[in-house]
């Protein structure tokens, strides 16, 4: 056993993995000190169930790999799992009162493949409820807090995956898996000042992950730098069988991809991203990302995706939609929670009442505006208008790169990270509009990753987005790392927790 | 391929108490995929096992699985779609249909509505000789079955087995075209014995894995030849659609009961309003189950979880090379090539088993001759110990040689049926057990003149009685094979008491 090494639960991914290949840390030590970390951070919610059993069995089972050599390279990684994952035998419940006690007997393919990559599960982490929301409120178990704070005005991490934010941001672990529907990934990443990547759709398989909306859901990882997430993501990609939508595609070496050299690419900044009443920090880091592009020889090009005004609206038809007839499922029969009935009580009111329980307010409305815009009369006025603007979104992106873009450089969110409990009583539009940013890139089914470029005002971190050609997460990843060492982000939040 | 040409039969006309009524009828049969996988997950689907044993993740809607096309079951729906000459798709989706129910456990039901796997296609249905209604095929799209829900277990919990759930139904919509009770039960008959010759749907309505919806109206003569004309159905009747029959008989009592029920109704002065209904064989009705205004709404939109089907044209090419020989060709070869009556055609081809079996037999043989050997003898002896073709203790081969034996002339025919029933009960090749117990026929002349002249000579009333009507002749003819054991040759004792008797 090597000797006790103190903070490796800081450390990125790509300096673990050099470290246990050296021997110069166990999986084991690395995990304690991760199960640590976690035991300390319970002030941040991002856990709501902790495995260290499983935990340093698996760190076990990597430190054999390992002495074994050619391990792969997230062999004795600690990840966070976010709560949407299915993991066998392990509480899985999407952050829902619905699924009470579901444990599943099955393991998802991206936990799957993690595990045979040696990866090593600390617990499940926090969301927003069936990944619904934007500032990990809606969860069944409280919010998430965001490590970063202003004075002694508390934060939220973002969402839906604010639990994997909080965690990484606070080197709970060392990454974390997401989800992103409509920036899910994206802006937690963005509140926290980490990375966080929503593959092409298709590139990672759906297969034992709660659905919320079925063609626009896509995991990916959420980490410290862009090598981690390249690394990581090599590990969650692939094609599944069991999942129709997975693409067949072979998977790059990601991290090999990161050679910093950008020269001559062409990066599009779309003039409709220029929303009235922008918060001029945000505005000025977008200018700057811009530079750091242009010094590092890319030609910046201003472009047009003229739908894009209409791609929250359409999102917030498509999503809803389908979240209520994935979330059909959920009725009381089988698994999970099932209302107490009263005499008299028939199935009508066995479902009515099991749902009323088992669903937050926001899962809720999103259930009856799915249910309403996919109803007889206004089927074609809601949903396939939506459709329909989908495609010409889609059509904007393809437009622009048979042009010659290569990446396109936007703002991750239009603000930094609000205080918890501030949008409780706003318009739930006003919540949504998180997602101005991330959702076009969903309805594209494009690549899209969040990088940390600085700090505004207040101290607090904000994060651009830069958005790829379907399939070339190997070039954004590249143009995500030039961002990020031009930025020079290496603030942390100050541990008060 | 040979072409039967027909007549339409007359259109049902019930006579009301103020004037005629014709019926409209049009199906949508629910017809059990043959696959031993499911759907969309690759649990089994075997009938008759314990309750939810045959049940995977992904029927019973666990949290996070998804659902992936068996090739199998496409490749199924495309042998049907071809053998009911329908136009192929290859380019299909697949919807959800929204509603709640228990043993729904997805909470939807994918199914395809926007865009079926097959178009349009037909299915001629005999009712009589040279008479048949040509019911066009609107579409056959594929779908998931249900599970059962079980309410008579506890009086106050209700029990679920999912094992039907997921498994792959193709629904298969005809047109408006069925004209009467009869038609009907016809129109099933002939749709379930081209699924069960293409093997892709076992046909079992007991089990349920054949049922019907059936849409009925009534309208006033001539009001449906406008509808043929312009294909506008503003011409028909407002419809009831009766759900859920498995049964012939059920379904001809039905639509009876439903004929009635609405030209009293329209008779009345009221007007039929559109709904559901269930027929209740013990009272023989129909009765409401839920209006138009409380119809579901089931909410359809593209099942985001599977991307659009689509298959190449070569593939179908491939499938529709491998088709078998279907109902109607196999009885038009059969008359053509065996020389047998319409009749015999029907019943030699109404299944599949037994039409390969007459096949076998006819081959090389006397057609005519097979069909009665196989139909009187063999079909008659089967039914009355219930067996099936399938069971049949004598084999076509067997049944051949017995066949063989009476061409060549070597037994008689009241000898065949004998040998018949040795082989039927004993087994063994008929030439060998002919052979062996001396069951062989004279046609020796001389052996059986000696007994012609014998017997004239012994009963010379009957010989005078012949003389003065021929057709008593037939007497003598009788004695002599008598005579001979039954071993003379017929035809040979014939000519000879003719000639004796110089008639």
């Known amino acids: ?497 | 391929m040979l072409d039967l040409t027909y007549t339409a039969p007359t259109p049902k006309v019930i006579a009301g108490a103020r004037h005629d009524w014709e019926l409209v009828i049009g199906m949508e049969i629910h017809a059990q995929v043959s696959s031993n996988a499911k759907l969309f997950s690759g649990a089994s689907t075997a009938f008759g096992a314990e309750p939810n044993s045959n049940v995977s993740f992904v029927d019973c809607a666990m949290p996070g699985m998804l659902p992936v096309i068996n090739e199998f079951c496409v490749e199924q729906a495309v042998r049907t779609g071809l053998g009911l000459k329908a136009r192929i798709n290859l380019v299909s989706a697949f919807d959800r249909k929204n509603y709640f129910y228990p043993d729904l456990p997805q909470g939807y039901q994918i199914s395809q509505l926007y865009h079926p796997i097959v178009g349009e296609g037909e299915v001629i249905v005999e009712m009589g000789p040279g008479i048949a209604r040509r019911v066009r095929i609107e579409r056959i799209h594929l779908e998931q079955d249900a599970g059962k829900s079980i309410h008579d277990m506890d009086p106050n919990l209700s029990f679920v087995d999912f094992n039907r759930t997921g498994v792959a139904l193709m629904e298969i919509v005809s047109r408006p075209d069925i004209r009467g009770p009869e038609e009907a039960a016809a129109y099933v008959t002939k749709l379930r014995q081209i699924l069960r010759y293409l093997g892709t749907c076992d046909g079992n309505m007991q089990n349920g894995n054949l049922r019907a919806d059936v849409n009925v109206s009534v309208c006033r003569p001539g009001a449906y030849e406008k509808y043929q004309a312009t294909q506008d159905f503003s011409h028909l009747g407002t419809r009831c659609e009766i759900k859920n029959m498995n049964s012939m008989r059920f379904i001809q009592a039905a639509i009876e009961y439903e004929a009635r029920r609405q030209i009293a109704i329209l008779e009345d002065g009221g007007e039929v309003v559109q709904e559901t209904r269930l027929y209740d064989p013990d009272r023989n009705e129909t009765r409401s189950m839920r209006s138009k205004e409380e119809a579901h709404d089931y909410r359809y939109f593209p099942d985001p979880d599977l991307l659009p089907l689509e298959i190449e044209q070569a593939w179908v090419d491939d499938i529709a090379a491998r088709m078998p020989e279907l109902p109607d060709a196999k009885k038009a070869r059969f008359m053509a090539d065996y020389g047998l009556t319409d009749y015999d055609a029907n019943v030699l081809t109404a299944e599949l088993d037994a039409a390969n079996y007459f096949d076998a037999v006819a081959r090389g043989r006397d057609g005519k001759m097979a069909a009665n050997w196989v139909i009187n003898e063999l079909f008659g002896r089967l039914k009355k110990e219930g067996h099936d073709i399938s069971e049949s203790p004598v084999s076509a081969a067997q049944l051949g040689g017995i066949i063989d034996l009476i061409a060549a002339g070597t037994i008689s025919g009241k000898m065949a049926k004998d040998l018949f029933e040795i082989v039927y009960t004993e087994g063994g090749d008929p030439a060998q057990i002919a052979e062996a117990r001396g069951m062989k026929q004279v046609t020796d002349t001389a052996a059986i003149e000696a007994a012609v002249d014998e017997i004239i000579a012994a009963n010379p009333e009957q010989v005078a009685k012949s003389k003065a009507n021929p057709k008593l002749a037939g007497w003598f003819t009788g004695q002599v094979i008598k005579a001979t054991g039954g071993k003379a040759n017929p035809a040979t004792v014939n000519a000879l008491v003719a000639k004796k008797l110089g008639l």
Request: overall charge negative; glycine content about 12%.
């Open chain 1, 1 to 497: 056993m090597s000797a006790k090494v103190t903070g490796a639960n800081s450390w990125t991914i790509a300096a673990a993995r050099d470290a246990l290949r050296k021997g110069e840390i166990s999986a084991v030590d690395l995990t304690m000190s991760c199960l640590a970390a976690i035991d300390a951070g319970d002030a941040l919610n991002a856990f709501v169930h902790k495995t260290p059993e499983i935990a340093l069995e698996q760190a076990r089972a990597a430190d054999a790999r390992l002495k074994g050599g050619d391990a792969p390279a997230m062999c004795g990684i600690p990840l966070g799992i976010k709560d949407l994952f299915c993991t066998r035998g392990v509480p899985s419940q999407a952050a829902s009162n619905i699924l009470r006690g579901f444990r599943p007997e099955y393991e998802s393919t991206v936990t799957a493949k993690l595990f045979e990559a040696g990866a090593v599960m600390l617990g499940k982490l926090n969301m927003d409820e069936f990944a619904m929301g934007s500032s990990n409120e809606t969860s069944c178990y409280g919010n998430a807090v965001n490590p970063w704070k202003v004075d002694d005005r508390l934060l939220t991490p973002g969402g839906s995956s604010g639990g994997s934010a909080a965690a990484v941001a606070a080197d709970l672990c060392l990454g974390a898996t997401g989800t992103d529907t409509g920036g899910s990934i994206r802006q937690p990443a963005a509140f926290t000042g980490i990375v966080g990547i929503k593959p092409t759709y298709g590139r990672v398989s759906r297969w034992g992950i709660v659905a919320f909306a079925s063609s626009l859901d896509q995991a990916g990882p959420m980490t410290k730098t862009v090598r981690d997430a390249a690394i990581m993501l090599g590990a969650m990609a692939g094609h599944d069988p069991k999942d129709s939508t997975s693409a067949d595609i072979p998977v790059p070496d990601f991290e090999a991809a990161l050679t910093g050299d950008i020269r001559g690419k062409v990066i599009g900044i779309p003039k409709e991203y220029r929303m009235d009443g922008m918060p001029g920090e945000i505005e000025a880091l977008w200018a700057r990302g811009i530079e750091m592009m242009r010094d590092a020889g890319a030609e910046v090009r201003d472009i047009s995706l003229p739908h894009t005004k209409y791609a929250l609206p359409a999102y917030y038809v498509i999503a809803p939609a389908e979240a209520s007839s994935n979330l059909a499922r959920y009725d009381g029969v089988r698994y999970g929670h099932r209302a107490k009935l009263a005499a008299g009580d028939g199935i009508t009111e066995m479902y009515e009442k099991t749902r009323a329980e088992g669903f937050g307010p926001e899962v809720q409305r999103r259930i009856m505006v799915g249910t309403y815009v996919l109803s007889a009369g206004f089927y074609d006025a809601y949903y396939n208008r939506a459709r329909k603007v989908r495609a010409l979104i889609k059509r904007d992106f393809e437009t622009v790169f048979a042009q010659g873009v290569d990446a396109i450089l936007t703002p991750a969110t239009p603000s930094a990270a609000f205080g918890l409990g501030e949008m409780a009583d706003a318009d739930p539009v006003k919540m949504y509009l998180n997602d101005v940013f991330t959702v076009t890139v969903n309805l594209a089914g494009l690549p899209g990753i969040s990088v940390p470029v600085g700090l505004d005002g207040q101290g607090l971190p904000l994060g651009l987005q830069l958005i790829g050609r379907p399939w070339e997460e190997a070039d954004l990843l590249n143009y995500a790392h030039v961002l990020e060492s031009r930025a020079g982000f290496v603030a942390k939040a100050g541990k008060w927790w």
